[in-house]
Each structure stands twice: as structure tokens, then as C-alpha cells.
Nanobody, 120 residues
Framework: VQLQASGGGLVQPGGSLRLSCTGR????????IGWFRQAPGKEREAVAC????????FYEDSVKGRFTISRDKPNYTVYLQMSSLKPEDTAVYYC??????????????RGQGTQVTVSS
């Protein structure tokens, strides 16, 4: 299982980005998928997760109300819509999954991340 995150870029504070997570060799819409991020000099943190059972979403406190995770089942894609971005959201973002259908997920299966930079 290999997942690929895309959609990062440079955005001004207050702006929006939508990240996409697609899978190669991963065809199940019933796995939970998590988004993680890691900023320079900081530990990796989980920011959002979507359950494979019922699509229930979970968020880290600092992104609640600003980020939305969703799943496009026909295209086996999971999105992370990020709004009201702040400079502290700057990080490399990864999507990951493991064998579970429920959140949280571990960082077991993931691919290269995508850089998000929030700066004026």
C-alpha cells in the first residue's frame, strides 16, 4: 500500500488549500485515513482522520473549524480542505493508513508528503 499526498503550495495567511490523498495498490474505501504534518524541528502530529466505517471525522484541536477531511469513494481519494490558514500550519503534510477501519491510524503506510507554506 502506498499513498501519495498532493496539492500543497505557498499560500498567504487566511488563504485556503485542498490536499488530495490517492492510493496505489490500495483499493479499499473502508480503511481509515489520517492526515499528518511535520514542521521543521517539530515532532510529527496527526491533524485529521476519517473513519472507514461510517466516515466519521476527527480533528486535532488547533485545526478544528478550519480543516475538513472528506472521502471521494468512486475515485478512492481522501481530501483535506484547509481554510483560514496560519503561518503555524506550515509543514510537510502526509496521508497515511494502516489495517484499521477506525481512527486514529498509525503512520504505517504513507508516501511522500506535500509541502504547505503559509507566508505573506
Amino acid at each position: 500500500v502506498q499513498l501519495q499526498a498532493s496539492g500543497g503550495g505557498l499560500v498567504q495567511p487566511g488563504g485556503s488549500l485542498r490536499l488530495s490523498c490517492t492510493g496505489r495498490g490500495y483499493t479499499s474505501n473502508y480503511r481509515a485515513i489520517g492526515w499528518f504534518r511535520q514542521a521543521p524541528g517539530k515532532e510529527r502530529e496527526a491533524v485529521a482522520c476519517i473513519s472507514g466505517d461510517n466516515g466519521e471525522a476527527f480533528y486535532e484541536d488547533s485545526v478544528k473549524g478550519r480543516f475538513t477531511i472528506s472521502r471521494d469513494k468512486p475515485n478512492y481519494t481522501v481530501y483535506l480542505q484547509m481554510s483560514s490558514l496560519k503561518p503555524e500550519d506550515t509543514a510537510v503534510y502526509y496521508c497515511a493508513t494502516d489495517s484499521t477501519r477506525s481512527c486514529p491510524v498509525t503512520f504505517k503506510y504513507r508516501g511522500q508528503g506535500t509541502q504547505v507554506t503559509v507566508s505573506s
